[in-house]
């Protein structure tokens, strides 16, 4: 009997054992899935960045966007909330005659935690701000936090960069 109960004690302890590690196995195999699922779903917010970028589009810049966003720029005041975004960007797109060439953004390093993402990115882009105009450069370097919603995407929360031309 003694042998019996030995055996049940090893036989009970080897069970938790595998059982520890089976989780922490599953549990590293869904953190890679999740991590290439929030990578896919976070270049398809920079892939939407760069066509609202382009087209100069105020609606499309304004949704990638969480409703309680602040976008800081250098010199600039801040923009707190996605209305106030929104409006700026409207302004930018109002100007007559301006035309975006390119505009190419390059992630330097981000960082994913709990729905949470951290971005530094510099970018460069060309634009003129009349048809026929001369083309200028402009460099940059963005600070982003994004924020993850419930249906997967990505949006921007807070933003903090600055221009140079």
Request: net charge positive; charged share 25%.
């Amino acid at each position: 009997m003694r042998r019996t109960s030995l055996i049940a004690i090893l036989v009970f302890v080897a069970g938790l054992g595998i059982g520890y590690f089976a989780r922490g196995a599953v549990g590293t195999l869904q953190q890679r899935y999740t991590h290439k699922a929030d990578l896919a779903a976070i270049e398809k917010a920079h892939q939407q960045d760069i066509a609202a970028t382009l087209s100069r589009d105020p609606v499309a810049l304004t949704d990638l966007w969480t409703d309680d966003a602040i976008r800081l720029g250098s010199g600039q005041p801040p923009e707190v909330g996605k209305q106030a975004i929104r409006e700026s960007n409207e302004r930018w797109s109002a100007r007559q005659g301006v035309k975006v060439l390119s505009y190419v953004p390059e992630t330097k390093d981000l960082t994913i935690l709990d729905g949470w993402a951290v971005e530094w990115r510099n970018f460069i882009g060309s634009y003129v701000e009349s048809p026929g105009g001369e083309a200028k450069q402009v460099r940059g370097t963005v600070l982003v936090v994004l924020k993850k919603l419930p249906d997967g995407s990505w949006k921007c929360f807070r933003a903090a960069g600055n221009t140079s031309e």
